[in-house]
């Protein structure tokens, strides 16, 4: 269910009207989305909206938290323009930028992670001034002393609040920041998922044959879901898919007795 970009990536979402609207308040460069959920990451970066005022045509990297790759550009699938507007992209059609890359440094360094951070996002700065581009960060695990200080320079540059650029950091607990920094950022929180969203993922796996429902059954699976974020979702979705490859259809009685098993 994950290798491709689905219906919900590409629906219209309020927390990203959100994160919009609190980044135009100008009251920091910096938003916080508080959420450990991979597929909301999926759904800003597949949609990749104007986020600063007057800041048409951003320029998008990510940072790679967990691949230690640096930071890479997104670009945008040429063969999709005319037929989806030019905004398709793949994750292998993020180049790494030779410019930005991460400076070497041995994994078993003391405070290792924290100054990786520190490096990429010293080298980050110079990227985020030069045009209006929007920095996303997944799932920072934790801060020390010195990565928060270059984060909190960050969340009050007014240089970059001005510029147009966007430093958008995806967390699983806000307060993994410590309260100096949250004072200083703008914080949306994402849905685990809402109703419409958990529809569209019951129908699509009922279209390519994982559930066996009728139409009328699926409000009830759609409520059973509740509770559950799109990628928990995803991956009861995938193991249905594997009881498929079994012969061994899902039907509403073995969904709900499999859905109990879940811890939300």
Same mark, same amino acid.
């Given at each position: ?111 290792? /992670?924290?100054?990786? /951070? ?27 002393? /010195? ?14 609040? /001005? ?102």
């Amino acid at each position: 269910m994950s290798d491709k970009v689905n219906l919900v990536e590409k629906s219209k979402a309020k927390w990203i009207d959100e994160l919009i609207a609190k980044r135009r308040t100008m009251q920091s460069p910096m938003v916080v989305v508080e959420t450990d959920d991979i597929r909301r990451y999926r759904q800003l970066v597949h949609q990749r909206p104007n986020i600063a005022p007057n800041a048409h045509g951003e320029r998008w990297i990510v940072l790679e938290t967990w691949t230690w790759k640096g930071l890479n550009e997104i670009k945008v699938d040429k063969s999709s323009i005319g037929k989806t507007g030019g905004r398709e992209i793949t994750y292998e059609e993020m180049e790494p930028m030779n410019c930005v890359a991460v400076c070497p440094m041995k994994q078993s360094e003391k405070n290792a /992670y924290c100054n990786v /951070y520190c490096n990429i996002l010293s080298k980050a700065i110079d990227e985020l001034s030069k045009q209006p581009t929007v920095l996303v960060i997944k799932s920072l695990l934790k801060v020390d002393d /010195y990565l928060a200080n270059v984060l909190f320079s960050v969340a009050t540059d007014l240089r970059l609040l /001005y510029r147009g650029s966007t430093i958008v950091l995806f967390l699983g607990n806000r307060n993994i920041l410590p309260k100096a920094i949250r004072k200083h950022v703008v914080i949306v929180t994402p849905p685990k998922s809402t109703a419409e969203e958990r529809t569209m993922e019951i129908k699509n796996a009922i279209l390519i044959g994982i559930l066996e429902l009728d139409e009328k059954e699926i409000p009830a699976v759609v409520r059973a879901l509740a509770g559950l974020n799109l990628d928990q979702i995803d991956m009861f979705l995938t193991e249905a898919g594997m009881e498929l490859l079994h012969n061994r259809k899902i039907d509403r009685n073995l969904l709900m007795k499999k859905l109990k098993k879940i811890e939300r």
